[in-house]
């Protein structure tokens, strides 16, 4: 019997790129078992460096907030177990997975799983569409996006375009999109 799949869908906010050279000021993961969430997880980071002035204004996360947040270090043990035997889901995964591979590797942790694309997907699902950033998709699919941004409303809003996908038939075309062995 299969086993099955159970999607990380993961979102981090940071204070620039590239990643050796900024750090992670909030992560959100939603566990989704292509039907229902098992699972939320969401903290503040701090990325022990001052937050630039443009991103802060973007995401409304300021030095002062993530003052006391745990350091990176801290938290990557409960990521680790969070996303493992899961297949690591983003909206625009060539950033997010790389940028916390990174981060996962500094901390002495090594990330290897499958991964997949909303932002890819959501251009072969929904061809007709012009624009496919997260915003756009969710307004033309009228997906509510909370707290634009910031790691747990861009997460949630991204398992919901998964969701819509997977319940209308794109099972096999996820699957399809799904690299195994990414960045390898």
Do not use: W
């Not at 950033?95 to 991964?115: I, N, R, S």
């Amino acid at each position: 019997m299969k086993r099955k799949r159970i999607y990380a869908v993961v979102d981090i906010e940071g204070t620039g790129s590239p990643a050796s050279k900024n750090g992670i000021t909030e992560i959100a993961i939603v566990l989704f078992d292509g039907q229902q969430i098992i699972d939320q997880y969401s903290t503040l980071v701090n990325p022990k460096m001052a937050i630039p002035k443009y991103v802060a204004k973007l995401t409304g996360i300021s030095d002062k907030m993530v003052a006391d947040a745990p350091v990176f270090e801290t938290v990557a043990p409960t990521i680790l177990k969070l996303l493992n035997k899961t297949t690591f889901v983003a909206h625009n995964a060539s950033f997010d997975y790389p940028y916390l591979k990174y981060f996962m590797e500094k901390a002495g942790h090594k990330l290897q799983m499958p991964v997949l694309c909303t932002l890819e997907l959501s251009r072969k699902a929904f061809p007709n569409l012009v624009k496919h950033g997260l915003e756009s998709l969710c307004e033309d699919l009228n997906i509510c996006l909370d707290n634009r941004h910031r790691a747990g409303g861009d997460a949630l809003a991204t398992t919901k375009v998964l969701e819509l996908i997977l319940k209308n038939g794109g099972e096999k075309l996820s699957e399809s999109m799904i690299i195994k062995n990414y960045g390898e």
